[in-house]
């Protein structure tokens, strides 16, 4: 079955230290894959994805993620967490399902920083 | 900068009620979709629209019905309420294919509590 898995349901950080959420995934054919972010009473922004090419990719707000096709893993990452990164983190894949292509979704991260 | 609305922040209805969600899009773009979002689940599809007039059942369309009149606007419809619709229901739209990129935009979410 094509899935998404996020196995942590909170991650707890110091300011200033580095942060990753973890993801893994499975799912048929070339993965693209996403990572969203949730403000407290806010929708969903996108942040960064991978569809081909490098590795690493870079988003928005100093976030970036390495896409791992041998561990099917796609984590976020930050070298020095704000407090303002606090923040619900949901990952997703482009899966294709009853003829369409569809994302699923994870079940999202919450990523505490503490000051 | 791409804008999806959402027609209520929040909303409260009484079982049994019929219950209207509307969600505008200002970018033209083709799909809509519409998810519930409950902690620990994730998001889950519950519609999508890849034209005007045309839907497409998701993975949990049961008590839901759609409604896609216009290119930018997507209605959600609970024929009858029932308590375990109390959720977080959100609004997505993105462009077809390979016209656009992949990601999706989201509106801010409207919170449906059904007493």
């Known amino acids: 079955a094509q899935s998404v898995a996020q196995p942590e349901d909170q991650v707890n950080v110091a300011e200033g230290n580095p942060l990753t959420v973890k993801c893994t995934y499975s799912?048929?054919?070339?993965?693209?894959l996403f990572w969203y972010v949730q403000y407290p009473n806010r929708g969903l922004q996108f942040l960064l994805k991978y569809i081909t090419g490098d590795n690493l990719v870079k988003g928005s707000y100093g976030f970036e993620a390495e896409f791992n096709k041998s561990q099917t893993s796609f984590h976020l990452k930050k070298p020095s967490a704000l407090v303002s990164d606090s923040a619900l983190y949901f990952c997703?894949?482009?899966?294709?399902?009853?003829?369409?292509?569809?994302?699923?979704w994870g079940a999202g991260t919450k990523l505490i920083i503490k000051p | 900068d791409v804008k999806v609305t959402q027609s209520s922040r929040y909303l409260v209805k009484r079982t049994g009620e019929k219950v209207f969600l509307e969600c505008v899009q200002d970018m033209d773009h083709e799909n809509m979709f519409w998810y519930r979002q409950d902690p620990g689940l994730g998001l889950r599809l519950i519609y999508f629209?890849?034209?005007?007039?045309?839907?497409e059942k998701g993975d949990i369309p049961e008590g839901y019905s759609v409604s896609r009149e216009k290119k930018e606007r997507f209605s959600l419809i609970l024929e009858s309420a029932s308590t375990n619709q109390t959720s977080m229901y959100l609004c997505a739209s993105k462009l077809r294919g390979l016209a656009g990129s992949y990601e999706q935009y989201f509106g801010p979410g409207t919170r449906l509590t059904v007493t």
């Open positions: 997703a894949v482009r899966a294709y399902m009853d003829s369409n292509y569809q994302l699923i």
């Open positions: 629209s890849y034209d005007v007039k045309m839907k």
């Open positions: 799912v048929s054919g070339n993965p693209y």
